[in-house]
């Protein structure tokens, strides 16, 4: 059961659980299903079914990295989602858009750029130099089918089930470019070299990944920075100043 005072959005537990359904339904990974959520005096919660830990099988992280390849094989014909949900506590928008350019720019870039600057944790001018990445990145990313993302692939929301696969949970899931999970999941520690091995093999990435991954980290950085701050401001503004 996770549970939380229901300050920044009553739906969020809601959002969570048709997250969660999303990716379970999908097959490719386990996941912990939500049984039911709401809402009790001033608080909001989620019951999801438990999981139990195990140890990991020799060929965990080539395995975890092929089930992420065939879950972002599960496609859409637009990026986006037919609703909104959340990554950590920051609001997500998921209007939908043809194009991975115009997705990344409006919904991701743009608008958390302009909430940093609103509140005083970036300089005006990064709006500005964002602005200028956003009109590149149709000429900086390969387009490619929308693909169904984790959202939140860090080294904090996947556990080793009890058959030694991997069990992933707190998703911040949408229809958008494959290489966001993987450029996510190289921050804050990075995953074992096997993982990305067995993704590559599953599914290979198009060239030219590990130019095009800090573009794809700025949205999870840009999220960070508005929930603490600190250090992740230089992350913002190095990304921009490079590319903006």
């Given at each position: 059961?996770?549970?939380?005072?229901?300050?920044?959005?009553?739906?969020?537990?809601?959002?969570?659980?048709?997250?969660?359904?999303?990716?379970?339904?999908?097959?490719?990974?386990?996941?912990?299903?939500?049984?039911?959520?709401?809402?009790?005096?001033?608080?909001?919660?989620?019951?999801?079914?438990?999981?139990?830990?195990?140890?990991?099988?020799?060929?965990?992280?080539?395995?975890?990295?092929?089930?992420?390849?065939?879950?972002?094989?599960?496609?859409?014909?637009?990026?986006?989602?037919?609703?909104?949900?959340?990554?950590?506590?920051?609001?997500?928008?998921?209007?939908?858009?043809?194009?991975?350019?115009?997705?990344?720019?409006?919904?991701?870039?743009?608008?958390?750029?302009?909430?940093?600057?609103?509140?005083?944790?970036?300089?005006?001018?990064?709006?500005?130099?964002?602005?200028?990445?956003?009109?590149?990145?149709?000429?900086?990313?390969?387009?490619?089918?929308?693909?169904?993302?984790?959202?939140?692939?860090?080294?904090?929301?996947?556990?080793?089930?009890?058959?030694?696969?991997?069990?992933?949970?707190?998703?911040?899931?949408?229809?958008?470019?494959?290489?966001?999970?993987?450029?996510?999941?190289?921050?804050?520690g990075g995953f074992e070299p096997a993982f990305y091995e067995g993704y590559q093999q599953a599914f290979p990435?198009?060239?030219?990944?590990?130019?095009?991954?800090?573009?794809?980290?700025?949205?999870?950085?840009?999220?960070?920075?508005?929930?603490?701050?600190?250090h992740y401001r230089k992350d913002v503004e190095t990304i921009l100043e490079n590319f903006g």
């Amino acid at each position: 059961m996770k549970r939380n005072a229901a300050l920044f959005g009553l739906d969020f537990f809601e959002k969570e659980a048709k997250g969660l359904d999303m990716l379970a339904n999908a097959g490719a990974m386990k996941v912990a299903r939500p049984l039911f959520d709401g809402k009790y005096h001033q608080e909001i919660y989620v019951v999801m079914e438990f999981l139990e830990k195990g140890q990991p099988q020799p060929d965990f992280w080539e395995n975890f990295g092929r089930s992420l390849a065939a879950q972002h094989q599960m496609t859409h014909t637009q990026y986006g989602l037919d609703f909104n949900n959340y990554i950590g506590k920051i609001p997500q928008h998921n209007q939908w858009h043809r194009q991975w350019s115009d997705f990344y720019a409006e919904e991701r870039i743009l608008k958390l750029t302009r909430r940093a600057v609103d509140h005083h944790l970036l300089d005006p001018s990064y709006a500005s130099k964002a602005e200028n990445l956003c009109g590149k990145l149709s000429s900086l990313i390969p387009e490619e089918k929308p693909a169904l993302l984790h959202g939140d692939l860090w080294n904090g929301n996947f556990m080793v089930w009890q058959n030694g696969h991997v069990a992933i949970f707190d998703p911040a899931p949408y229809y958008g470019h494959r290489e966001m999970d993987l450029a996510m999941s190289k921050l804050f520690g990075g995953f074992e070299p096997a993982f990305y091995e067995g993704y590559q093999q599953a599914f290979p990435l198009q060239p030219g990944f590990a130019e095009r991954e800090k573009i794809h980290q700025l949205y999870p950085l840009l999220a960070h920075l508005l929930l603490f701050g600190g250090h992740y401001r230089k992350d913002v503004e190095t990304i921009l100043e490079n590319f903006g």
